[in-house]
């Protein structure tokens, strides 16, 4: 992945300033570069809504908006929607981002961009971006609060890396299993009375279906396995 940063423009609140850090740990996101603030990492507030996030604080940079240069790539987020017309708020979604900074080697530097709580980023600090990312919102309140924007930007771009290892820890049955578990879903079955052959026959495909659907993990599928061995030796007794 590239080397990303959460650049704040112009935050005016310590507490969002903490609950940004934090959402930044919880992606592994470490560089905070605040752009004229209104408030300090080192106040108290921040520090508590940080929690262990506290060593992003005390990283964090305060810039002139000329840090921008530094970036190979500025990205701008706006919720503040326009036309085609209106070329600096013509946005992508999160996951269309995502897919673009997937494509980018991991010497890139990356900067996001976010804007105050209240007006967030004005037309000017827009124009200085490569392009915007926008986060789609119910019409009824589309104001989301700043440390709930980057937590759900900083989500999209990382979840792909980060579900991987999830993903290791609970990997999926593999086809062997599925059809030794088919298998002997059909032997129980077949051990089973039914008025006509339709009906086992029809439950045959049911079982396949759901298991082709469940996306059963291996231990899952052991677990399946050993009940219909439990099944099948109660059956052999009662014969």
């Not at 930044?24 to 990492?41: H, Q, R």
């Amino acid at each position: 992945m590239a080397h990303l940063s959460v650049v704040l423009v112009g935050v005016e609140h310590p507490g969002n300033l903490g609950a940004v850090a934090r959402a930044m740990k919880n992606f592994g996101v470490t560089d905070l570069v605040l752009i004229e603030p209104k408030c300090s990492p080192a106040d108290i507030e921040a520090k508590n809504r940080a929690k262990w996030a506290n060593d992003i604080l005390e990283r964090a940079r305060s810039a002139g908006a000329d840090i921008l240069d530094d970036f190979d790539l500025v990205v701008g987020t706006t919720g503040k929607l326009s036309d085609d017309y209106n070329l600096p708020r013509t946005p992508l979604l999160p996951g269309q981002l995502a897919e673009r900074l997937a494509t980018l080697d991991a010497d890139a530097r990356v900067a996001l961009l976010f804007g105050r709580e209240s007006d967030g980023l004005v037309n000017d600090e827009l124009a200085l971006c490569d392009f915007t990312v926008t986060i789609p919102t119910a019409k009824e309140y589309p104001s989301l609060n700043l440390s709930h924007a980057v937590a759900i930007i900083l989500y999209a771009i990382t979840a792909p890396g980060l579900g991987q290892g999830v993903a290791a820890r609970f990997p999926l049955v593999r086809a062997a299993e599925k059809r030794q578990l088919k298998r002997m879903i059909g032997e129980t079955l077949a051990a089973i009375h039914f008025t006509t052959d339709e009906k086992r026959e029809t439950q045959e495909v049911l079982w396949s279906r759901l298991v082709g659907k469940s996306l059963l993990t291996q231990r899952e599928a052991m677990a399946l396995m050993g009940f219909f061995r439990k099944v099948e030796r109660l059956a052999s007794k009662h014969q």
